[in-house]
């Protein structure tokens, strides 16, 4: 089992920048595939990015595809979301989850096992 802990949200401007973080807990993250989600109010939580366990291959949804980046530091057992060109439409709470399953091109939100409480990214325009 592995305990999530998200952080790095807050507000900015449409057309700015914020990087999150999941830091994973205790150190076995490297066992793990990875994905950040999010969910707007009265919106389905959507799977936006995914890493596999050694970092090689990742995806993303449509809407975050050329302006976001998921990365992972196994050493430091963390997972970043870099997300620049922010626009108000990816105003949601973001979550960390990891799954047990071998990395896959076709993941879904009911692949993951365990997840983090989220952080809330709120950009203005």
């Known amino acids: 089992q592995v305990h999530l802990v998200e952080s790095g949200g807050g507000l900015v401007q449409a057309g700015g920048s914020l990087k999150l973080s999941c830091a994973a807990s205790?150190?076995?993250?490297?066992?793990?595939?990875m994905g950040w989600f999010r969910q707007a109010p009265g919106k389905e939580r959507d799977l936006i990015a995914t890493?596999?366990?050694?970092?090689?291959?990742?995806r993303y949804a449509d809407s975050v595809k050329g302006r976001f980046t998921i990365s992972r530091d196994n050493v430091r057992h963390t997972v970043h979301l870099q997300m620049n060109s922010l626009k108000a439409e990816d105003t949601a709470i973001y979550y960390c989850a990891a799954s047990e399953r071998p990395w896959s091109s076709r993941f879904r939100v009911r692949d993951f096992d365990y997840w983090g409480q989220g952080t809330q990214v709120t950009v203005s325009s």
């Open positions: 890493v596999s366990q050694g970092g090689a291959n990742t």
């Open positions: 205790p150190n076995t993250l490297s066992k793990y595939a």
